[in-house]
């Protein structure tokens, strides 16, 4: 039997509300596993855009951050501070500069990750075999709901 179209609607903004609620509970919920120190998340998240992208000017970091330009600069300016991040000049415009992980950013990036895992795996090693089969296919379907 089919399910009338306004029916299939309504489970998909069901479900849309679901999924979206438990996404974001447990990004909250990984992005306090942090060792304690004084990175804030704007920082550790900027840190992570640089690690991910390799290097991004700083206008960019602000549009992948979704921050004003003002805001990143304080961001970055810590971040340099502590030794996290490089300043290095742009190679085709003098006028701008490119910003990159530091060795020490990057180590406390993997830092980070690894305890963010380690949590995780940790969570997930609690639950039933089936359970960790069903989000084992659910991850495939929120890469693929993610790239669409």
Known sequence: ?????ATERGAADEL???LREAIQRLNRRVRQTRPVGDLTY?????LTSLQLAGALTPRELADVERVQPPT????VGKLEQRGLVVRT???TDGRQVILAPTEQGRAMYAQFEKLRNEW?????AAL???DRDVLVRAA???QQVARA
Do not use: Y
Request: hydrophobic share 40%.
């Open 89 to 91: 000049p742009h190679p």
């Open 42 to 46: 704007g920082q550790l998240s900027a």
């Open 128 to 130: 039933t075999p089936e």
């Open 72 to 75: 990143m600069t304080k961001i």
């Open 140 to 142: 495939e379907i929120l």
């Open 16 to 18: 849309a509300r679901s």
């Open 120 to 124: 995780l795996a940790d969570q997930l």
């Open 1 to 5: 039997m089919e399910l009338p179209v």
